[in-house]
């Protein structure tokens, strides 16, 4: 098991920028895949952006496809989602979860053995 600290979200104007950072703790980072999703009120928890152990594949969804970019830098043991011209609809709280690398599923939370506490992004219209 690792441990997730997420933060970074805040109240933000839509067309304006965020960008999410999620600290893991507790085991190797770099042999875990990432992901982000994201949870509204009264909706189901939705996969966001996810990306493998390597670095070298991301997966998105079409939702913020072109809008938001995962990245990750092991040195540091923290996985990014910057997110660019936000939409009202992007209001979410946002989970970062991990997974054992190389398990595919990305988009599939039930892959997601460790989340974080979640950090909240409001978008005002």
């Known amino acids: 098991q690792v441990q997730l600290v997420e933060s970074g979200g805040g109240l933000v104007q839509a067309g304006g920028s965020l960008r999410l950072s999620c600290a893991v703790s507790g085991r190797t980072f770099s042999n875990y895949d990432m992901g982000w999703f994201r949870q509204a009120p009264g909706k189901e928890r939705e996969f966001v952006a996810a990306i493998s152990w390597t670095g070298t594949s991301t997966f998105y969804a079409d939702s913020v496809k072109g809008r938001c970019t995962i990245s990750r830098d092991d040195a540091k043991n923290t996985v990014y989602l910057q997110m660019n011209s936000l939409k009202f609809e992007d209001t979410a709280a946002y989970y970062c979860?991990?997974?054992?690398?190389?398990?595919?599923?990305?988009?599939?939370?039930?892959?997601?053995?460790?989340w974080g506490q979640g950090t909240q992004v409001t978008v005002s219209s």
């Open positions: 979860a991990a997974k054992s690398g190389g398990t595919a599923y990305y988009r599939n939370l039930r892959m997601y053995k460790s």
